[in-house]
């Protein structure tokens, strides 16, 4: 690859970007306004929670107990932890939705006709879900509480990652992951479709340039328009709606530019399958915007859904990087948490990459 050619796409296309006041103005704009529209507008209901148990009194009452809470349709049993240190490792990894700790002497506390405490920790970065399901954990120990003569249970819930369950410390990281798939790829799609239109794009194939040089040429200039939507949704965010970032930025800015790479790179996809700007612009919104809202998580969480469009999701980028943006703002995690969703990313990218320069080099032919 011949780097002063790729210098000449890049400038070509930045050119051809400022001299667009309009496509920059909804480069620009439309997040903020997307932005402010879903981080007032969307709430959340609970239709199914994953719960972990730490039992450290392994008696009848506790066994009792875990089977009272997870047999009905509000919980099913998660996992069994052995320890209260592997309690933030399995909410950080989102391998459970909330988890109960049974102390040990539950039973003869019982017997002796006491008030043993039980608790209750919620990941609180599903906000609304959380509420819901601290008050359905709290009806059913109560209720458990209820059926034995010798004594009641007490219990005590506390919210992790999301205390003041603010729906917006939800909402506004997610809308972070759905901004980036809606507007780069659309953005993308429709520049190079116009150069098809016009005709100007068969001087570039009539050039030396080859399609990897051709692809990199375009994708620089709309990623880093993608790259500054990202740190403008996030400064409001943290600025505006009072998100907390207890994470590392360096290391949301350093996946975000895999994903921002990512969704331009399927933008690009998405020209060399069309003709005219009017049909890139519906295949895009097919396949980005629409799934970005449904099978993100953004709307509804992943877990609620169906299993088999739980699996069906995971082929939208979306998917992974709401994880990833979530995880870094509310839980603070790091690459050792989110390893495997920056590497499905990644490939994802080259994949994206490789089949959009495969494409042009065939239409070229």
């Not at 109560?142 to 506390?158: D, I, K």
Request: proline share 5%.
């Amino acid at each position: 690859m011949n780097p002063h050619r790729i210098s000449a796409v890049i400038g070509k296309e930045s050119r051809e970007i400022l001299r667009d006041p309009i496509t920059l103005g909804v480069a620009i704009l439309m997040p903020l306004v997307m932005l402010f529209l879903f981080g007032y507008a969307i709430s959340l209901d609970l239709r199914k929670a994953a719960l972990g148990v730490l039992d450290e009194d392994r008696t009848p009452a506790s066994r009792a107990l875990i089977e009272h809470l997870t047999s009905n349709e509000s919980f099913y049993l998660g996992r069994f932890l052995n320890s209260a240190r592997e309690i933030e490792t399995v909410l950080q990894r989102n391998q459970v939705d909330l988890v109960l700790v049974i102390p040990s002497g539950l039973q003869e506390s019982l017997l002796r006709q006491e008030h043993p405490d039980v608790q209750i920790l919620v990941d609180g970065t599903y906000s609304t879900t959380a509420l819901l399901a601290a008050g359905y954990a709290e009806n059913l120990v109560s209720s458990y509480a209820a059926a034995p003569p010798e004594g009641r249970l007490r219990l005590e819930t506390r919210i992790w990652y999301n205390p003041s369950l603010a729906s917006a410390n939800y909402v506004v990281p997610g809308l972070y992951a759905v901004i980036l798939l809606a507007f780069p790829p659309l953005l993308t799609a429709l520049g190079v479709v116009r150069e098809k239109e016009t005709g100007t794009i068969q001087s570039i194939f009539a050039s030396p340039l080859t399609s990897s040089e051709f692809i990199i040429g375009k994708l620089v200039p709309y990623s880093l328009i993608a790259l500054l939507q990202m740190l403008m949704v996030v400064a409001v965010g943290y600025l505006w709606f009072g998100v907390p970032f207890r994470g590392s930025f360096a290391f949301l800015v350093a996946a975000g530019l895999i994903y921002v790479f990512c969704t331009v790179g399927i933008g690009l996809l998405v020209s060399t399958l069309t003709r005219t700007q009017l049909s890139a612009m519906l295949l895009a919104l097919i396949v980005t915007l629409m799934p970005s809202f449904l099978f993100s998580g953004l709307l509804f969480p992943i877990f609620t859904m169906p299993a088999l469009l739980q699996l069906y999701s995971g082929i939208f980028p979306g998917r992974y990087f709401v994880e990833i943006s979530r995880g870094i703002v509310l839980k603070g995690i790091g690459i050792d948490i989110a390893l495997t969703q920056v590497t499905v990313l990644a490939v994802y990218t080259l994949a994206v990459f490789f089949l959009a320069s495969w494409r042009l080099r065939k239409k070229v032919a």
